[in-house]
C-alpha cells in the first residue's frame, strides 16, 4: 500500500531530533566513507545551476535544470524536481515542518528547516548540522525496515554536509543530507527507487537554496 511505500520519506523528523544521541550512532553518522553506491547522471547538460562540487567523489559538475521546477518554502529551503512531480499530501496530515513533493507517490523528496530553538539539546550537546545528523542516524539505524544504512559527506551547493544512505529491506533508498545554513540546519531527504535518486542527487546538490526563484542560491 502507498502508506507502506513512503514510511520512511514521512519520517518525523523533529521526534528523532528530541531524543539524545547514542555513542555509536554519533561515530557511525560523522565518519567518512564510501562514494556512494548510485553511478552518477551522465547527461549533457543544457542549463546550469551555479557548479559546486558535488557528490562524495569531490568531482565538479554541472546540472540540468531543463524540464524542472522549483518548490519548497521560505522555512524549509527550495530545490529544483521534475516539472510532472506534484506536492505530497498525507491522509494522515503531514508534519508542518515538511515540505513534501512526489513523482508518483513512491518517490518521495522532503524538505525540512530546523532551528535551535525546536530542538531539545542535552547539557553537553552542541547545536548544528552533525548534531542532527548524529540522531537521525541512530533512529534510522533502529527503524526495523533499514537493511543498510552507511554515513558519508558531500556537499549542498558549496555547502559541508551530512549524507545518510539507507537501503531498505524492500529494495528502497533513502538518502538524507543535513548541513547549516545560517543559523539553520536543513535536511533534504530523498526516498524511492534508485533510477529516480540518480537523477535527484545533483538537482538536490546543486540547486538548493533559500531562493525561491534561483536555484542555487
Known amino acids: 500500500m502507498m502508506k507502506n511505500k513512503i514510511l520512511l520519506g514521512s519520517v518525523t523528523l523533529l521526534s528523532a531530533l528530541m531524543?539524545?544521541?547514542?555513542?555509536n550512532g554519533e561515530k557511525k553518522a560523522t565518519e567518512t566513507t564510501?562514494?556512494?553506491?548510485?553511478?552518477?547522471?551522465?547527461?549533457?547538460?543544457?542549463?546550469?545551476?551555479?557548479?559546486?562540487t558535488a557528490g562524495a567523489s569531490s568531482e565538479t559538475k554541472e546540472v540540468s535544470l531543463a524540464d524542472t521546477k522549483r518548490i519548497g518554502r521560505e522555512d524549509t529551503g527550495y530545490v529544483n524536481v521534475p516539472k510532472g512531480w506534484i506536492e505530497f499530501k498525507e491522509i494522515e496530515g503531514n508534519n508542518?515542518?515538511?515540505?513534501?513533493?512526489?513523482?508518483?507517490?513512491?518517490?518521495?523528496?522532503?524538505?525540512?528547516?530546523?532551528?535551535?530553538?525546536?530542538?531539545k539539546l542535552g547539557k553537553n550537546d552542541t547545536w548544528g548540522a552533525e548534531l542532527v545528523a548524529n540522531r537521525l542516524y541512530t533512529t534510522y539505524e533502529n527503524n526495523s525496515e533499514i537493511a543498510k544504512i552507511q554515513g558519508t559527506k558531500s556537499k549542498v551547493i558549496g555547502i559541508d554536509a551530512f549524507v545518510i544512505q539507507s537501503l531498505t529491506k524492500d529494495g528502497k533508498y533513502f538518502f538524507t543530507w543535513i548541513f547549516p545554513k545560517g543559523d539553520k540546519v536543513y535536511t533534504v531527504?530523498?526516498?524511492?527507487?534508485?533510477?529516480?535518486?540518480?537523477?535527484?542527487?545533483?538537482?538536490?546538490?546543486?540547486s538548493w537554496g533559500l531562493d525561491p526563484n534561483t536555484p542555487g542560491k
Request: with cysteine; aromatic share 8%; charged share 15%.
Open 34 to 52: 564510501a562514494a556512494p553506491t548510485t553511478e552518477e547522471t551522465t547527461a549533457t547538460p543544457t542549463t546550469t545551476a551555479p557548479t559546486t
Open 19 to 23: 531524543i539524545a544521541a547514542c555513542g
Open 96 to 119: 508542518p515542518q515538511q515540505y513534501q513533493y512526489t513523482a508518483d507517490g513512491y518517490n518521495v523528496v522532503t524538505l525540512t528547516g530546523y532551528s535551535k530553538d525546536q530542538v
Open 189 to 206: 531527504a530523498f526516498d524511492g527507487d534508485k533510477s529516480t535518486l540518480q537523477k535527484m542527487i545533483d538537482l538536490i546538490e546543486q
